[in-house]
């Protein structure tokens, strides 16, 4: 099959793991890879997270409804500042 897919999931990963959001597919330095849009939930923020087609373990397409809601139930957390090396003077003068 060479259509490619795109539409609201429920994607399970290898990890145990269980997102919510609108799939699509995204080449990557000529790899591909599938791009899930992860709807901002309460006080999460909006994500988006590429991931390879071997770390998928199923993919359920489903209505937006329940794709957002699982999302909610599950987001990703976000990268906190603690898992980042302290930013030195020049990259704090080149992000301002």
């Known amino acids: 099959m060479s259509d490619k897919f795109e539409g609201w999931v429920v994607l399970e990963l290898m990890g145990h793991r269980r997102l ?3 799939l ?4 990557v330095g ?3 890879f599938l791009r899930l849009e992860i709807p901002a939930a309460g006080k999460w923020k909006a994500a ?5 087609a071997a770390s998928v373990y ?3 397409p489903t209505t937006a409804v329940i794709a957002k809601a699982c ?3 599950n987001h990703p957390a ?4 603690w898992e980042l090396p302290p930013a ?3 990259d704090q003068v080149e992000d301002e």
């Open 78 to 81: 976000p990268i906190h500042r």
């Open 58 to 60: 199923c993919i359920t």
């Open 88 to 90: 030195s003077r020049e």
């Open 48 to 52: 988006t997270q590429l991931y390879s």
């Open 24 to 27: 699509t597919e995204q080449e």
């Open 71 to 73: 999302a909610k139930a």
């Open 20 to 22: 919510g959001g609108y």
């Open 30 to 32: 000529g790899v591909n």
